[in-house]
């Protein structure tokens, strides 16, 4: 997850006033970066996980395979 200081450091970069942009002013940016990033998270881990299987397979088909039938966590 991201830690709280790197959030903040993150929204102070958001300096782009944009005419589509949508604005709150009751929102915690920490709660708000934490959700993103948790529903982020699985998605990119899913990515690697086959990036890996297929580099995997490349060098051996029977590790591959079995690393393809792993679930994710």
Excluded at 6 to 26: L, N, V
Excluded at 46 to 55: G, L, S
């Amino acid at each position: 997850m991201l830690g709280e200081e790197t959030i903040k450091q993150i929204y102070f970069y958001c300096d782009e006033k944009r005419p589509d942009a949508i604005y709150a002013d009751d929102l915690d940016i920490v709660q708000f970066a934490n959700k993103i990033a948790a529903f982020v998270e699985p998605i990119i881990a899913a990515k690697e996980h086959q990036r890996c299987v297929k580099i995997v397979s490349s060098m051996n088909l029977e590790v591959s395979r079995s690393l393809e039938n792993q679930r994710l966590k």
